[in-house]
């Protein structure tokens, strides 16, 4: 006859067993949790990194595009002005042609 097992050493050894998968489990949670904290450490820094050259990339834009407005401004600027020196005083113009209208009617007036 064969003696039956005890039941405590087999509890023992599952108890051993399912400590030593649950130790693994943990490990290995514990490995990729530590890879995704060195993804995010890295990620963190690409992104600090891609902030400042964007700044420095929008400062340089900046200055270029303020060269190239003035350029192209210079001769617009010019223009305006050569038009405002050979536009007509029409304020005057207009007080002159009110003033002839006034002496034309007084003139009509007292002709009559």
């Known amino acids: 006859m064969t003696a039956a097992p005890d ?11 399912l400590r030593g998968e649950i130790n693994t489990g943990l490990e290995n949670i514990k490995g990729t949790l530590g890879i995704l904290v060195e993804r995010t450490t890295r990620t963190d820094a690409d992104v600090r990194q ?10 340089e834009m900046e200055g270029e595009l303020q060269k190239v407005r003035e350029d192209e401004l210079k001769p617009l600027r010019a223009e305006v002005e050569a038009l405002k ?8 113009l207009g007080a002159l042609v009110g003033i002839g209208g006034l002496v034309a009617a007084v003139v009509a007036f007292f002709v009559r």
């Open 85 to 92: 020196q050979g536009r007509w005083p029409l304020a005057q």
């Open 7 to 17: 039941p405590t050493t087999n509890v023992a050894v599952e108890l051993a067993q």
């Open 50 to 59: 891609l902030r400042a050259d964007m700044a420095q990339m929008r400062a």
